[in-house]
């Protein structure tokens, strides 16, 4: 079926057609027979690169050129929010009536905003859970939403982000009843049941634009599902270090899957040396030029060099401890060939569009705290293994599992490449997940009594599948704890949410964690202090993964606890009594330190030294910090605790840059972070005002700063450069640098 057949704006159909498409794959040409243009709901199951997004594409400006409607277009990451944001944008060429151009928006921070900005766009890409705080601030232009596009729907059946997609599609689907439903996936096994829960038909293919050859590989053989074999020239010890230097030898990439982001880095130092082997001359000085980018883009780390290092060698490391800058370089590098080995966690594997001609599966386990080490789904694998094949490059992709024995390599050709994936299942039936979406019902006016909230979770995928009564006696534990605690109130038959309960759904934090914060506040200890305040927020539920302390460590936190206890907002307990709690509050302690210790400015290498924390652990503690540090001075305006406000403003300020009080001013400027910002104060220059009347050639001088950074410090504080003096400074500089290099 060609592009031009369609039942589309011509100003789409050229657009498509300039992009260089003019003819639509198998599962495309099979969506448009389903109706999906005709606006049908419809679930679209299909290989990775098979095209489903061109079909929401489609979607999306068929409803806002043709009805004037709204789509959302969801998904589950931020980084494939970003990507489908760029994706969107050929379309803003496109004009609507009265001369104004297709909007596309993009949101997916700050959940304690209505973004009423939003009601602007015709196209809005957003996270889940942005859309589930969206809709709990009751967002006034959700109503209007003709088209929800719902990007890797099978994550319904993950534990931790599938409860909020389903609670999000049940939602929309109570307030918009007559929008279209886009469900996008890789193939799944019951998709006929999601496409019955979402009143949708559905489309299942195979069809792949690039053939896909699964194998495992064992002692530099890899054995083919087909039958099909090959071996591998032997460089090095490691059969995957091998895997990847014959596949770039070949003109190839590789994608390497690792079950943590500590293995993940370390298999890119692994592969570096091998494959740096292999570069051609301007491959090299393509990768030292990507190199300098990552080492330019923000604050350096101990973890963008030693990224801007492996990049240097065409290799790179891809997880979510990366900035979002560095993971563009990567990505970006990636898709043009430059990089030619990534190493990444499985988080990747959920739509970051980064096709590679081989995929290695290195690790088919994964550890989860507490309960050890535990064997992937098969629909993970097929995740994974649907990123081998570049299409219009590659001719083949070839998906890796890598085995040890005999015996490992049959059971891995029998439980995932010749496997099904599994049935997927609501998680929603949990009361620590489902605390936070009881209460969102009744906070939002979704719902005034028992019954009412009865029958909207009767609309979810988990009522679905199974019966709501299954689900009742959870919903009534949770009706009775949010009553005790003051979130919700009742007349009669009706239920509204307390001023303290809409406040707390507004927050985007768990009704307990905001239990622990209020009852928090009220105490009054001898010494309110920093420790206090980052104690507390490390005791709640919503810091997630506190930092486990080991063994070696114990005794110090014990110590540091006992010197600090008059501190403490929440009482240490009894360790004769409960020792599973008091193991659980020395983690929470020790995350505390961490954070005490980021922002007295401690080194990153020295907190990862010191703890035993990976740089990705660390920034996703001073994330969840920030939040809880947010929740904590709204919570504190509302209880009227005054006292406590001012800490929380500077405190997150400094959690968020990770310096000492008197940086703040500084490192407000856009491009010094805490280490170039401890330059310049040490230099004495202790103000912006200081700054402003500093010369430029005594800012450039500083280390880590140099021409171009001095002036635009020196423009953002109001300072005047010269023209000539900035023409004679950037010429010095220059050849500076040039005698540098040839030396």
């Known amino acids: 079926m060609k592009i031009t057949d369609l039942s589309l704006p011509e100003s789409v159909k050229e657009v498509t057609i300039r992009s260089g498409i003019t003819e639509l794959y198998p599962p495309q040409e099979e969506a448009v027979k389903a109706g999906a243009l005709e606006g049908r709901n419809l679930v679209l199951a299909s290989p990775t690169a098979s095209g489903k997004t061109l079909v929401a594409e489609f979607c999306a400006l068929k409803h806002i050129l043709e009805e004037n409607g709204k789509a959302v277009y969801l998904t589950p990451l931020r980084a494939l929010a970003n990507e489908k944001f760029d994706e969107f944008k050929k379309y803003s060429t496109i004009s609507k009536s009265d001369r104004k151009r297709v909007r596309i928006g993009i949101s997916t921070g700050d959940f304690d905003s209505s973004d009423p900005w939003l009601e602007r766009y015709d196209i809005i890409i957003t996270t889940n859970e942005k859309a589930d705080s969206l809709l709990r601030h009751r967002a006034k232009w959700m109503d209007e939403i003709s088209l929800i596009v719902a990007d890797e729907v099978h994550l319904l059946n993950e534990a931790e982000r599938g409860p909020t997609l389903e609670i999000v599609l049940a939602r929309l689907m109570q307030i918009n009843p007559d929008m279209q439903i886009l469900a996008l996936s890789a193939t799944i096994n019951n998709v006929e049941e999601i496409a019955g829960w979402l009143k949708a038909d559905y489309v299942t293919m195979e069809w792949r634009p690039v053939l896909l050859k699964e194998g495992i590989l064992l002692h530099n053989e890899i054995q083919f599902k087909d039958g099909d074999s090959k071996k591998l020239e032997k460089k090095t010890k490691n059969p995957s270090t091998n895997l990847a230097v014959n596949t770039v030898k070949s003109g190839g990439q590789a994608l390497i899957f690792a079950s943590t982001r500590k ?3 370390a298999l890119a130092k692994k592969f570096a040396g091998e494959i740096e082997a292999v570069l051609s001359k301007p491959a090299k000085r393509s990768l030292k030029h990507e190199s300098e980018r990552i080492l330019a883009a923000g604050e350096r780390t101990r973890i963008s060099e030693s990224l801007a290092e492996l990049v240097r060698f065409g290799v790179a490391f891809h997880h979510a401890g990366l900035g979002g800058a560095h993971r563009r370089i990567i990505e970006d590098s990636f898709r043009q060939g430059k990089i030619k080995v990534v190493t990444a966690t499985p988080t990747l594997a959920f739509g970051v569009n980064l096709p590679a001609r081989t995929v290695v599966i290195q690790d088919y386990r994964r550890y989860e705290p507490g309960y050890g080490y535990y064997p992937i789904s098969v629909l993970e694998y097929k995740q994974m293994a649907g990123r081998a094949g570049r299409p219009k490059y590659d001719k083949v992709g070839e998906a890796i599992l890598t085995a040890k024995t005999a015996d490992e390599a049959d059971y891995l050709m029998e439980s995932y490449v010749l496997a099904r994936p599994e049935r997927i299942w609501s998680r929603l039936a949990v009361e620590r997940i489902m605390r936070s979406h009881v209460l969102a019902t009744i906070a939002a006016d979704f719902a005034h009594t028992e019954h009412g909230i009865y029958d909207f979770f009767g609309r979810t995928f988990y009522a679905y599948q199974y019966d709501i009564s299954a689900i009742k006696n959870i919903i009534a534990k949770i009706l009775k704890y949010l009553y005790a605690e003051g ?37 009054k200890p001898v010494y309110l202090t920093e420790l206090s305040l980052l104690q507390m927020i490390s005791h709640t539920p919503d810091m997630g993964p506190i930092l486990r302390p080991y063994t070696r460590e114990l005794d110090e936190i014990a110590i540091f606890m006992e010197q600090h206890r008059e501190e403490f907002l929440i009482d240490v307990p009894n360790e004769w009594e409960d020792s599973i709690a008091y193991e659980q509050f020395l983690g929470e ?12 400015e401690i080194t990153e290498d020295q907190i990862i030294e010191k703890f035993r924390t990976q740089p990705g652990d660390l920034y996703r503690t001073i994330e969840s910090a920030k939040w809880l540090l947010h929740a904590t001075r709204e919570l504190a305006m509302l209880f009227g605790e005054k006292h406590i406000m001012p800490w929380t403003l500077e405190l997150m300020e400094r959690i968020e840059k990770g310096v000492k009080k008197e940086l703040l001013p500084i490192v407000k400027l856009e491009g010094v972070g805490r280490v170039r910002g401890r330059i310049i104060y040490n230099a004495g220059y202790k103000t912006t005002e200081e700054i402003k009347i500093a010369k430029l050639e005594e800012l450039m001088n500083l280390p880590l700063i140099g021409p171009r950074l001095a002036k635009k410090i020196k423009e953002q504080v109001g300072g005047f450069v010269k023209k000539e003096t900035w023409e004679r400074l950037e010429k010095e500089d220059a050849w500076k640098q040039k005698a540098l290099t040839e030396y």
């Open 263 to 265: 293995n993940a880095v």
């Open 487 to 523: 979130m919700i109130d009742v007349s009669g038959e009706n239920i509204f949410a307390t001023g303290f309960g809409k406040r707390v759904s507004e927050l985007y934090v768990d009704p307990v964690s905001a239990v622990i914060i209020r009852n928090a506040l009220k105490q």
């Open 589 to 600: 302690v020790k995350t505390a330190m961490v954070l005490k210790t980021w922002i007295e």
